[in-house]
Nanobody
Framework: QVQLVESGGGLVQAGGSLRLSCVAS????????MAWYRQAPGKQRELAAT???????TYADSLKGRFTISRDNAKNTAYLQMSSLKPEDTAVYYC???????????WGQGTQVTVSS
């Protein structure tokens, strides 16, 4: 049974930092591309950052320089380090794993991040 479990969300003041974690079980993370998405209230889910199985990263333009995605395959974990947080970063953050060949996709249940002004 495949599970992606996010953690690390919470309430933080503007300008603060949080690190989200996504622990994967039931899959071999080294053959999955990982991504973080976010969904703000009343808005569509949007892509925040991706990291390929080989470690290449991409970011939403609005997040470059503030967010950093990383992974530790030995720990079956992907991370999203968020800094200089703004109230508009408030959202539920979701982890996604996509198999690099089959494109089989798995989602986590999400973790809430709330940034107060």
């Amino acid at each position: 049974q495949v599970q992606l479990v996010e953690s690390g969300g919470g309430l933080v003041q503007a300008g603060g930092s949080l690190r989200l974690s996504c622990v994967a079980s039931g899959i071999l993370p080294s053959v999955y591309n990982m991504a973080w998405y976010r969904q703000a209230p009343g808005k569509q889910r949007e892509l925040a950052a991706t990291i390929s199985s080989s470690g290449g990263t991409t970011y939403a333009d609005s997040l470059k320089g503030r967010f950093t995605i990383s992974r530790d395959n030995a720990k079956n974990t992907a991370y999203l380090q968020m800094s200089s947080l703004k109230p508009e970063d408030t959202a539920v953050y979701y982890c996604k794993a996509v198999h690099e060949w089959s494109a089989r996709t798995y989602w986590g249940q999400g973790t809430q991040v709330t940034v107060s002004s």
